[in-house]
Nanobody
Framework: QVQLVESGGGLVQAGGSLRLSCAVS????????VGWFRQAPGKEREFVAS????????NYADAVKGRSTIFRDNAKNTVALQMNSLKPEDTAVYYC???????????WGQGTQVTVSS
């Protein structure tokens, strides 16, 4: 049974940093991509970043490129999203997702709230 558990959200001032973590369990060989998405109030869910399970391939949304880094912690079976220089527009619920490719995600976590105050 696949489980994704996010942690690390919280309240931070603009310009600050947060590290989100996604603990992955029950992964199969067909699920090779982990992505982070976010959804702000009244807006559609949007892609933030993704990484292959090997860690060799990453991609980022333009909105966070240069400010965020996605990486794997092999020992802990987690995928982290380090976000720096946070802006109020980064405020959203952040979700971790697991799928076969960067375009198709089948499993989702429950989300973690990130609030950036101005």
């Amino acid at each position: 049974q696949v489980q994704l558990v996010e942690s690390g959200g919280g309240l931070v001032q603009a310009g600050g940093s947060l590290r989100l973590s996604c603990a992955v369990s029950g992964r199969t060989f067909s699920t090779n991509r982990v992505g982070w998405f976010r959804q702000a109030p009244g807006k559609e869910r949007e892609f933030v970043a993704s990484i292959s399970w090997s860690g060799r391939s990453t991609n980022y949304a333009d909105a966070v490129k240069g400010r965020s880094t996605i990486f794997r912690d092999n020992a802990k079976n987690t995928v982290a999203l380090q976000m720096n220089s946070l802006k109020p527009e980064d405020t959203a619920v952040y979700y971790c997702a697991l799928g076969a490719t960067m375009y198709k995600y089948d499993y989702w976590g429950q989300g973690t709230q990130v609030t950036v105050s101005s």
